[in-house]
C-alpha cells in the first residue's frame, strides 16, 4: 500500500463548479497535511495545510481532514480555468518526512 | 525575502561529467531538502539536511553527493549519471526541524531540469 494515495486523475470540471480532490494515507500517526498545486514544468506551490479533525477554509479553497477514516480532502469552489494543475496531497509521517501523493491533474473548461 | 533560489535552471550533462547543483534560501530555515521529480510524478524524497547535518538519505546512489556547506547553502554534486537520473530536481526549506509537525511547510525553489545524454 502507498503511503499516500490520490487519484490521478485527470478530473475535468466546468468552470464555475466545485472541484473535489481527494487523499488517503496509510500512516495512521500522521499529524500534518498540506495540499500542494503544481503547474506543469514548475515547483509545487504550498495551498493548504491542516492538522485537526474539520474543515479549513481560505477564500476559495476548503480542506477537510478525517483521521480517523485517515482522509484528507481538498475542495476549490467557483473553479476557474487558471486552477487547472496538478494537485499533489503531501503528509508528515511519523518519521517527520514529507512524503507526496501521485498527484490530481486538474482541469477546468471555460 | 522569502525565495528558495536553485541554479541552474536547465542542465544538459554527458555520463562522464561532473557538476553541482546550487539551493540557497535566506530565510532563516535550519531544514532543507532535495527532491527528485521525474515527469507526471510526484516529488520523491532523496535527502534532508537538519542543522546543517545530514538527517535523512532515502538510500540514492552514490553518484549523487549532497553538501551543505552553511545554513543558507545547500549543494548536490552529479558524478557518472546514467540518462534515468534526467528529471526535476527540487530544492525545498523548512523553518525548524526540532519545532512540533505543525511548522514543516516546505518552501520549493524552482528547481533544476537536469537532461542526461
Known amino acids: 500500500q502507498k503511503e499516500v494515495e490520490q487519484n490521478s486523475g485527470p478530473l475535468s470540471v466546468p468552470e464555475g463548479a466545485i472541484a473535489s480532490l481527494n487523499c488517503t494515507y496509510s500512516d495512521r500517526g500522521s499529524q500534518s497535511f498540506f495540499w500542494y498545486r503544481q503547474y506543469s514544468g514548475k515547483s509545487p506551490e504550498l495551498i493548504m495545510f491542516i492538522y485537526s479533525n474539520g474543515d479549513k477554509e481560505d477564500g476559495r479553497f476548503t480542506a477537510q481532514l478525517n483521521k480517523a477514516s485517515q482522509y484528507v480532502s481538498l475542495l476549490i469552489r467557483d473553479s476557474q480555468p487558471s486552477d487547472s494543475a496538478t494537485y499533489l496531497c503531501a503528509v508528515i509521517s511519523r518519521n517527520n518526512d514529507m512524503r507526496f501523493g501521485a498527484g490530481t491533474r486538474l482541469t477546468v473548461k471555460p | 525575502d522569502t525565495e528558495v533560489t536553485q541554479t541552474p535552471k536547465h542542465l544538459v550533462m554527458g555520463m562522464t561529467n561532473k557538476k553541482s547543483l546550487k539551493c540557497e534560501q535566506h530565510?532563516?530555515?535550519?531544514?532543507m531538502y532535495w527532491y527528485k521529480q521525474k515527469a507526471k510524478k510526484p516529488p520523491e524524497l532523496m535527502f534532508v539536511?537538519?542543522?546543517?547535518?545530514?538527517?535523512i538519505n532515502e538510500s540514492v546512489p552514490s553518484r549523487f553527493s549532497p553538501e551543505c556547506p552553511n545554513s543558507s547553502l545547500l549543494n548536490l554534486h552529479l558524478h557518472a549519471l546514467q540518462p534515468e537520473d534526467s528529471a526535476l530536481y527540487l530544492c525545498a526549506s523548512s523553518q525548524d526541524p526540532d519545532t512540533s509537525l505543525s511548522n514543516e511547510k516546505l518552501f520549493f525553489g524552482s528547481g533544476t531540469q537536469l537532461s542526461v545524454l
Open positions: 530565510m532563516g530555515h535550519r531544514a
Open positions: 539536511y537538519s542543522y546543517e547535518k545530514l538527517s
